[in-house]
């Protein structure tokens, strides 16, 4: 299996996540395997595309709004995956009814 091929579709639908929050998780698993990647991982892609492919209209509708205020989610998890026992912390901002940034980080050392 071709790696640059592998980083290429993964940074394409990092990019797409702003519009389909929907695909989060999924990304992040899959992001972790971008310099080790297996014929498993190009599956686990493929079946994304092609949820995407039967689900156009789930995507995010960015309105403009009459009142512009900003809230702030905050979700950590202290126990981590199995695999490697490393928590995650995530967070999502609002800007009005709009999703304007989220973010999902993997804590560099073992809780």
Do not use: W
């Not at 310099?35 to 079946?47: F, G, L, N, S, V």
């Amino acid at each position: 299996m071709e790696k640059y091929q592998y980083k290429k579709l993964v940074g394409k639908l990092i990019y797409l996540l702003h519009a389909r929050p929907d695909i989060t998780y999924t990304m992040s698993v899959v992001s972790q395997f971008m310099y080790e990647p297996c014929e498993r991982h190009m599956q686990a892609i493929d079946k994304i595309l092609q949820y995407l492919k039967s689900s156009p209209r789930k995507g995010l509708l960015f309105k403009r709004g009459d009142i512009m205020s900003m809230e702030i989610y905050i979700d950590e998890d202290f126990i981590g995956l199995v695999t490697n026992r490393r928590s995650t912390f995530g967070y999502y901002m609002f800007l009005g009814e709009n999703l304007a940034t989220l973010r999902s980080k993997k804590q560099n050392v073992v809780a």
